[in-house]
């Protein structure tokens, strides 16, 4: 059911306040009490199970509880219903969607979470904003009940009991309290469309306008997931997107880099897509994001030979994580893979990923946040230098990353357009000096600047001479 197109529910766009908008999602009121009906059902059934295994099974859970007012009965159904049910194919999908989100352990957010976002942004109760397809829109209309109240004080208060009884289910993890001692929290929850990731501040500590700020960080994998996709997007020209293939295709190492929601993971993404189905990938990830082992819209895997891991925090927020991205990154060669994939590094695990890159897993990948190509090395620097074998070693650190790094390509998102786009690709030789092959100039279009593979640094040339002569044009 997740995933699967079907008409939007009051999801239309609306202009006001000097950026996009929508309306909040709803559930039609003449579909309503059926699927309040279902609901008790299901939460009946689940008892006193308040988990996010039980929010993980939830579709699966769904759809069996619909079967069986269809088929069975016993559920208090009208006739006329069942048999629409069974009859309506359409109509049965927005049953099932409204069920799993009005069951839902996140419900009312649970409106926007099982929809098409990709962040949820709550700067108070009363102005939340969600991200789509990269444009950011304000939602308008009266919004959920649960978070309506006379003034903007009990709203927030409503709102923030909210998040306290969403961080207190099992299986969110690190457990953690809201309180005036504790008054920030980051988290993850399992759900039905995988990790979602839960920071919160409230008062003291958020201060301003309103007394709570959230933000959800759902995962998607409903974006580009191939170079063609991005071509035909326009987030990169058909000439780079031929060119990173055959760097892909060469086993070059290369440091996604860009800034936050730049697409540096749904980039990194398309890239492992390029890579043969008999090497293994290694995934060493925060929290899941990548999703290589799970089917396209076209349905095929975006890599048939994935392993994933991610990090496992303390069971409570003051404890050290139980398994960290430095313990992965070790661990990963233990696990013979063909390349090492790093969601993204930011801190120690860096230098075992450049390790890697340079004991026999060529064709790496490690995305960083950073804010230009420029500044993506030293930050791989630093990290690099965050190893206790490295500490206060500037040179060696930088040797390491020189050494380890063949490409570095870059993103950038559009504020005014919520439009990504690749602006830069640098070429690294093994005593780092840069050779910029793509860079934006003064009209922010992307353009050449070395058109022959013989003026690119020499290890790229021996990689790459095979199959290029010149650098393909944007």
């Not at 969607?97 to 957010?109: Q, T």
């Not at 890239?271 to 999703?291: G, K």
Request: with cysteine; charged share 25%.
């Amino acid at each position: 059911m997740i995933g699967e197109d079907r008409p939007r529910i009051d999801a239309r766009r609306v202009a006001g306040n000097g950026m996009a908008s929508r309306a909040w999602p709803e559930i039609p009121a003449d579909m309503l009490p059926l699927v309040e009906q279902l609901c008790g059902v299901l939460h009946r059934e689940r008892g006193d199970e308040l988990s996010t295994t039980w929010e993980e099974r939830l579709p699966d859970l769904v759809s069996d509880l619909v079967e069986r007012s269809v088929h069975r009965g016993g559920m208090g159904v009208a006739p006329v219903l069942a048999a629409r049910l069974a009859g309506d194919a359409t109509w049965r999908a927005e049953v099932e969607w409204a069920l799993l989100v009005r069951a839902s352990l996140l419900w009312p957010l649970s409106l926007l979470v099982y929809e098409d976002v990709e962040d949820i942004q709550c700067l108070g109760a009363d102005r939340i904003l969600v991200e789509a397809a990269g444009s950011k829109q304000l939602l308008q209309g009266s919004g959920p009940e649960a978070f309506s109240a006379p003034t903007r004080r009990e709203a927030d208060a409503r709102l923030e009991e909210w998040f306290r009884t969403l961080l207190s289910y099992a299986g969110v993890q690190p457990r953690t309290q809201l309180t005036r001692d504790q008054p920030r929290a980051v988290a993850t929850m399992a759900t039905a469309v995988g990790q979602v990731r839960i920071a919160v501040v409230v008062a003291p500590a958020a201060v301003g306008r309103n007394s709570v700020y959230a933000c959800l960080r759902i995962p998607r994998v409903s974006g580009p997931s191939t170079l063609d996709e991005f071509v035909a997007n326009g987030t990169i020209p058909s000439g780079v997107a031929a060119f990173l293939r055959e760097c892909v295709r060469a086993r070059l190492n290369m440091i996604i880099s860009g800034g936050t929601g730049a697409g540096k993971t749904t980039l990194m993404r398309a890239l492992c897509a390029e890579v043969a189905d008999d090497e293994t990938l290694l995934v060493i990830e925060d929290s899941p994001e990548l999703a290589l082992a799970q089917e396209r819209p076209d349905g095929r895997m975006v890599h048939e030979n994935t392993i994933t891991m991610a990090t496992v925090p303390g069971a409570w927020k003051e404890q050290e994580a139980r398994v960290s991205m430095e313990d992965l990154g070790r661990d990963a060669l233990r696990f013979l893979p063909s390349r090492i994939i790093v969601g993204e590094a930011r801190g120690a695990e860096m230098a075992d990923a450049a390790n890697a890159m340079t004991t026999g897993h060529e064709g790496s990948m490690v995305s960083v946040h950073a804010n230009s190509a420029a500044e993506t090395i030293p930050k791989v620097v630093n990290y690099v230098m965050m190893a206790p074998r490295f500490a206060g070693q500037v040179e060696l650190a930088t040797r390491v990353a020189h050494q380890a790094i063949h490409l570095v390509v870059h993103l950038r998102k559009s504020q005014r357009l919520g439009r990504r786009a690749v602006t830069g690709v640098v070429a690294y030789s093994a005593d780092g000096a840069a050779v910029d092959v793509y860079r934006t100039d003064e009209h922010d279009a992307l353009v050449r600047r070395v058109h022959s593979i013989a003026d690119l640094p020499r290890r790229l040339q021996e990689a790459l001479g095979e199959q290029l002569v010149e650098v393909p044009a944007p």
